[in-house]
């Protein structure tokens, strides 16, 4: 009991403090508007003052744009004129590589790019080396603006077949930036070059047909996240299988039908391996900790109920107290019976026997 009472006694005196606080920013605020009222009505009786002379103008911001570039300003490789606090950062890297098994012989890459960098980048190219692999043709990405994706296509001659580590060489503008890792399956078996020809109306299909698999795996996502299960690596690979879908529809709409037929067969493969992650995921390990900090509102709900109860009866208790005290202290008279004398009850008795 003297723990509860030391334990309502800080909450009290935690409230109190607060209803303080509260009071002096009040008394403070009432003073700050005594005093700007005072201010206020010795600014009117006094005489008025010339004013100061006039300050110099501001010296000129710095302009930075198409039309006026100062020295101030930061130019980066894509000659655009930046804000001086604008950092150039030119990087971009290998989002994809597909297909991922290829035959023999001539074949063709498709390198998707992402610009990781800040500013736009011109003449995006790469090369492919490796066992038995050599590089005859490529295709290189004209801009990439920052943030976005495109296609850089590779003809290659594998001669060898077997899971081949290839060595991604990265350029822009003719100058070597990065080497990247991969690896390729080649097969025995040649895969005959067909003409490169394109159905826009069948690409367009193609895309649509895509939508309603999107959805079905953003479904059992979002099925398996409400459920517990461990998708939080999933959620990215969903989120850029989305984008993909919108540059193929891009694609379309500017007549590249090369990259957009390349985009649905990249979606497609995407999609099975998200439906395959989503099926092999497993649920997540709740600790006890976990348990504990995902219901604190409720335990701190319920600790707060008691203490309120508590007090509650701790009052009650002691108000009673106090009444049972001040009872005792009221002295109730006594009340005197007259009793009645011998001879008087002799006289009623005579009385009696006379009648």
Not at 161 to 189: F, H, P, R
Request: proline content about 3%; some cysteine; charged content about 25%.
């Amino acid at each position: 009991m003297k723990k509860i009472k030391f334990i309502i006694g800080i909450i009290l005196v935690i409230i109190l403090s607060v209803l303080a606080f509260a009071q002096n920013d009040t008394n403070a605020s009432d003073n700050s508007t005594v005093s700007a009222s005072v201010i206020n009505e010795t600014q009117n009786n006094t005489t008025p003052v010339e004013a100061p002379p006039e300050s110099p103008p501001a010296e000129p911001s710095v302009v930075c744009n198409a039309e006026q570039c100062d020295s101030e300003c930061v130019q980066c490789s894509d000659y655009i004129c930046h804000s001086p606090n604008f950092t150039c950062i030119e990087k971009f890297d290998v989002d994809k590589i597909t297909p991922k098994t290829t035959g023999t012989g001539i074949n063709q890459l498709n390198i998707l790019l992402k610009n990781t960098g800040s500013v736009d980048l011109y003449n995006l190219y790469a090369e492919v080396s490796g066992d038995g692999i050599t590089t005859l043709e490529r295709t290189a990405v004209d801009k990439l603006a920052a943030g976005d994706k495109d296609y850089a296509f590779v003809k290659i001659n594998a001669t060898k077949a077997g899971m081949i580590d290839l060595v991604v060489k990265l350029y822009m503008k003719s100058t070597l930036v990065d080497k990247v890792i991969g690896q390729l399956n080649v097969t025995e078996e040649k895969i005959a070059i067909v003409q490169e020809t394109y159905n826009e109306a069948q690409i367009a299909a193609n895309i649509n047909s895509l939508k309603p698999k999107y959805k079905i795996v953003e479904a059992e996502y979002l099925a398996k996240k409400d459920s517990g299960y461990n998708v939080e690596l999933i959620y990215n690979n969903l989120k850029e299988t989305s984008d993909d879908i919108k540059n193929a529809q891009i694609y379309l709409s500017e007549k590249d039908f090369k990259k957009a037929s390349i985009s649905v067969g990249v979606i497609n493969e995407s999609l099975n391996e998200l439906s395959s992650d989503l099926k092999n995921a497993k649920k997540k390990n709740i600790t006890l900790m976990d348990k504990i900090k995902n219901n604190m509102i409720y335990f701190g709900s319920i600790a707060a109920a008691i203490i309120s109860v508590f007090g509650a009866w701790t009052l009650i208790r002691s108000k009673s107290k106090e009444h049972i005290d001040k009872l005792k202290k009221i002295k109730i008279p006594k009340l005197k019976l007259k009793k009645k004398s011998p001879e008087k009850k002799a006289k009623k008795a005579k009385a009696k026997r006379k009648e």
